[in-house]
């Protein structure tokens, strides 16, 4: 896998939270026969024992549950020594989410049919602003006690904890809430992570606006999953392919900023190259 990743042309790769435990030899030489540096990981990395399929959302920060709570600390602990031991600087972290209703889908599902103006969409959003408002503060505050726990272990490990901005308006952080946790938890250690599709959707479902979240949060900003989106809400696309204006985003773009291109396993070996080279040709290549 490794392998064919550099033959791509890439020196690094991140680790995502499909990775298997048996994977985990081969990785391990790769990286001590430097055929391949890892940039980062992507919470829960490796899977849990008996979890054969990616997921990230598992177990929550959020979630009500103490045991819940204490298997999502555990195995994110674990991610964090797997990165020291691959030499990776970064986990990227899910942080949870409001347990709430899916409105997400349903508001895709309506702008794909044209319904983005209508008063029946205006309403939904007001419902769901309504009702996350209510419930985020218990959700929130156990993100933030979870997020003391586990700060002390990546900063003695050396290792930043990357926040990544969600395409779901029922996870979490909420875009307002993004000042307040840095401001909380202050560590550098702490960094935002910008995920590009996640952002063009919730531009589409007219929440944000792409560029100017990501210029507001640009000063804990430390790298980037890169997509893009073909509208309303099919991420995961080669840059150049989708809707995403990446010119726009590049005045936040910084050299040592990590680039992670998150692809479509669908992608042809073709289309993730013209991609690659959409986004160098308009951020340069660092």
Not at 63 to 77: H, S
Request: with cysteine.
């Amino acid at each position: 896998m490794l392998r064919e990743i550099r033959e791509l042309g890439f020196e690094c790769a991140e680790l995502s939270h499909g990775t298997r435990i048996s994977l985990l030899p081969g990785i391990l030489d790769a990286v001590a026969a430097g055929e391949m540096k890892i940039s980062t990981l992507h919470n829960f990395c490796p899977l849990p024992m008996g979890v054969n399929n990616s997921a990230p959302n598992l177990y929550q920060f959020s979630d009500e549950r103490p045991r819940e709570r204490e298997l999502a600390l555990k195995y994110t602990l674990k991610t964090i020594e797997f990165a020291f031991r691959v030499k990776a600087p970064l986990v990227v972290l899910h942080s949870g989410s409001i347990e709430m209703k899916n409105y997400t889908e349903k508001l895709v599902e309506m702008v794909g049919r044209g319904e983005k103006e209508t008063p029946k969409y205006k309403k939904l959003c007001t419902e769901l602003e309504q009702k996350r408002d209510a419930k985020k503060e218990d959700c929130f505050s156990r993100v933030i006690e979870m997020l003391k726990q586990i700060l002390p272990v990546a900063e003695g490990h050396g290792i930043q904890l990357g926040i990544e901005n969600r395409e779901a308006l029922e996870e979490l952080p909420l875009e307002s809430d993004y000042k307040f946790l840095f401001r909380e938890l202050a560590s550098p250690n702490l960094v935002y992570w910008h995920d590009t599709g996640h952002a063009q959707i919730k531009e589409n479902l007219g929440f944000i606006r792409h560029a100017m979240h990501l210029e507001s949060l640009s000063d804990r900003l430390a790298g980037f999953h890169i997509h893009d989106v073909q509208p309303p809400g099919r991420d995961h696309c080669a840059p150049g392919s989708g809707m995403i204006d990446f010119a726009a985003l590049k005045p936040c773009v910084k050299p040592e900023h990590i680039k992670v291109f998150e692809f479509s396993p669908g992608l042809t070996t073709e289309q993730a190259k013209a991609g690659v080279a959409n986004i160098k040709g308009i951020w340069g290549e660092g």
